[in-house]
């Protein structure tokens, strides 16, 4: 019936998080040895940024790319970010889905994997351990580890700990890697300029293989405030996470107050949402039954709360968005708008947009494809643009002819950028975001302010440049009038300066005066 296998000759295993990632790599971006190489420098970079914005520290990045043999390199990252404390360093670069990003707030990882998965690519190409060198301000520790796949836990072969008398703080990672640099170069270099744009507070320093140097100066003292961690909205929970939270309250604890450990909910809420539910507020939150745990969770999903407010968040800014666009194109005109706090899920996000056109922008043009610079939680997102909702929504959901624009042919640059305390990343390998109605309908609107904004230039632009012709084609009539009418009259013909004035509208008397 099944070739003769039965049930108890099958064999099961249990895989660690640690070897399912490894088995299972090219979810995480590290398919081939060219994006190997872009994704191992973006996941580093990412974790130093991350360590300074999150704490309201201007980064300072250093980065040195070396080539080792024909197809192995050594990437080394620094940073003036936080630190890791000596505590957490075997865990933090040595245990998959361990680290400080499973919190309600905006950063950009998302499930703690992205570096621990550099690690892993690292060993599985070059059988070599991760090197990590770490303060938080007091003694610098020095540590060589490896992660164990089948455990998922660390190796430790080397840990040193060196005086710090000058308070050094930050973290350097040295990983060697196999990757093809010289097809990845583009790629890398344009994840620079990307992030030099979304981040012109911060100081970027490159060094490649072949002798070249990105260097990128921070541009701008201010910095987009750094978020803050948030409570869970009751729009994104479910029974597991309700449960979780009702274990970990304390025994006196009541419904009603168990309920304002949810954002949005306060006391007034909290009372109005267990009465519309039936159930007793004062009651220890411990004995609820199941029953009552599933009623409230699916309460949750029918009343009316207050929207996530977004202190979870930190956008970029309109100031910062200007300045590094300008900075890399210089153009025309510029037009930003950020949308308010919206949700999906519970999970709180804002959409910021921008329209740049002209200036430098022109020397792109031709390409038939249109300009598009994706950002999430500040990290440029380079590869498969076309499945983004930012692309969805500019090829489908906007009619740009109403706002006499072509992004294909016209010198026009769009520039989108999603803050969300969860972005709905389609892939762990964090290149696109998923196609969700509220996040599709935010960028809709966004979009739609900015092209609004640039109609109205661009029709102001227009007026004027017809203003200009005709003044010129007046200008020429008037000249030829004055020089045949002066030949008649026996007069003096009027100067420049006077027909000038009688284009725009003077009277004669006035341009007389000017004489």
Known sequence: ???????????????????????????????????????????????????????????????????????????????????????????????????????????????????KMAILYGQLTTGEPVNVATSIGSDIHLVKLSIDIKLNQPIVHQKKILHNPNSYRGTTVSIKFKGDYVSARNRVIRYLRMTRIALPYASIIFFDPENQVFL?????????????ESKPHPYGV?????????????????????????????????????????LDPNRPVKKLSDDEIKKIVEGFKSFTFLPPDGSSLSPLGEQTIRT???????????????????????????????????GGINSENGSNEVRLLRFANKIPLIYDSSNDVAMK????????????????????????????????????????????EE??????????????????????????????????KLLGYLTLINKYSS?????APLEGRQLGLLIKGAKWDDAKEEI
């Open 1 to 115: 019936m099944y070739g003769g296998n039965s049930l108890s000759s099958t064999k099961f295993k249990q895989l660690s998080p640690a070897e399912f990632f490894y088995n299972n790599r090219s979810m995480a971006g590290f398919d081939n040895p060219t994006r190997a190489v872009y994704t191992v420098m973006r996941e580093l970079i990412e974790n130093s940024l991350d360590a300074c914005d999150a704490h309201g520290i201007k980064p300072l990045i250093y980065v040195s790319l070396k080539r080792i043999t024909a197809d192995e390199l050594e990437v080394l990252i620094a940073d003036n970010g936080v630190g890791v404390p000596s505590r957490y360093i075997a865990d933090a670069f040595g245990r998959v889905f361990f680290g400080s990003k499973y919190t309600i707030r905006q950063s950009r990882g998302t499930f703690g994997l992205g570096g």
């Open 487 to 491: 030949a008649l009259s026996g007069k």
């Open 238 to 278: 479910d029974i597991i996470k309700v449960k979780e939270m009702v274990d970990s309250s304390k025994r006196e604890v009541t419904l009603l107050k168990f309920l304002q450990k949810f954002s949005r909910i306060g006391v007034t809420t909290a009372s109005r949402f267990v009465t519309w539910l039936g």
């Open 393 to 436: 929504v500019i090829e489908e959901d906007i009619d740009w002819a109403n706002y006499g624009l072509d992004p294909k042919v016209d010198p026009l640059l769009i520039f989108i950028h999603i803050a969300a305390s969860k972005v709905p990343f389609k892939t762990a390998g964090k290149e696109y975001v998923a196609d969700r």
């Open 216 to 228: 990128a100066p921070a541009l701008t003292e201010s910095m987009p405030k750094p978020p803050v």
């Open 324 to 358: 590094g666009l300008t900075s890399e194109y210089n153009p025309e005109f510029i037009s930003v708008t950020t949308r308010p706090p919206s949700a999906y899920e519970g999970f709180s996000f804002i959409v910021e947009a921008a329209l740049a056109y002209g």
């Open 439 to 472: 996040v599709r309908r935010e960028i809709r609107l966004a979009l739609r302010k900015c092209a609004r904004d640039l109609k109205t230039y661009l029709s102001k632009k227009k007026r004027e440049q017809n203003f200009h012709m005709r003044n010129e």
